[in-house]
């Protein structure tokens, strides 16, 4: 099994994208887990030949049996995210594709408005959507020095995002001594 991520922020070190790659660290043995990180090169739709990054993020997401978005708070969608989704819909790129959704806030209704507006388009564009709406205080540290999320309680609600996605066991890292 192989699962593409996509976090959708241009920003390299921001939470979503960091909630994203730490997220990846959590998936069963033996899934594959491969970040797109093209958003900022995804043109406006338009017919006609596909561009380059457009056809480089529908041949991942069609060489993948699942997609994990995570989503910024906003109640409107990043317009980079929705060219994507446009391009993927256009394309029947999402069409009966599992896809994972998390949306992270540090209020209670942030992600809920983000949450609401993806799954609408992604819904629109055939995927089978699952997801979470995650409440967060950026105030409180939650990402280690490795990346790996250290709070038990945000990593248990991305671990029951992961196994609607993936349906294996979830499992603890065995410590070797």
Known sequence: MKIIGIAASLHAGSFITRLLDAAGGELPDGVGFEVWRGLEEIPPYRSGPV????????????GGDGVLLTAPEHSLLPLELTYTLDWMSA?????????????????????MWA???????????GAV?????????????????????????????????????????????????
């Open 51 to 62: 561009p380059a990054a457009a056809r480089e993020l529908l041949t991942l997401v069609a």
């Open 129 to 177: 959507v699952s997801g979470a709406e995650l409440v967060i205080s950026p105030a409180w540290p939650l990402f280690g020095d490795d990346g790996q999320l250290i709070v038990p309680d945000l990593r248990d609600q991305v671990r029951a995002v992961i196994r609607r996605l993936c349906p294996s066991d979830v499992m603890e890292p065995v410590l070797s001594l």
């Open 91 to 111: 394309r029947d790129g999402l069409s009966g594709k599992h896809v994972a959704v998390m949306s992270a806030s540090a209020r209670a209704c942030g992600a």
């Open 115 to 125: 949450q609401a507006e993806l799954y609408k388009q992604l819904l629109g564009a």
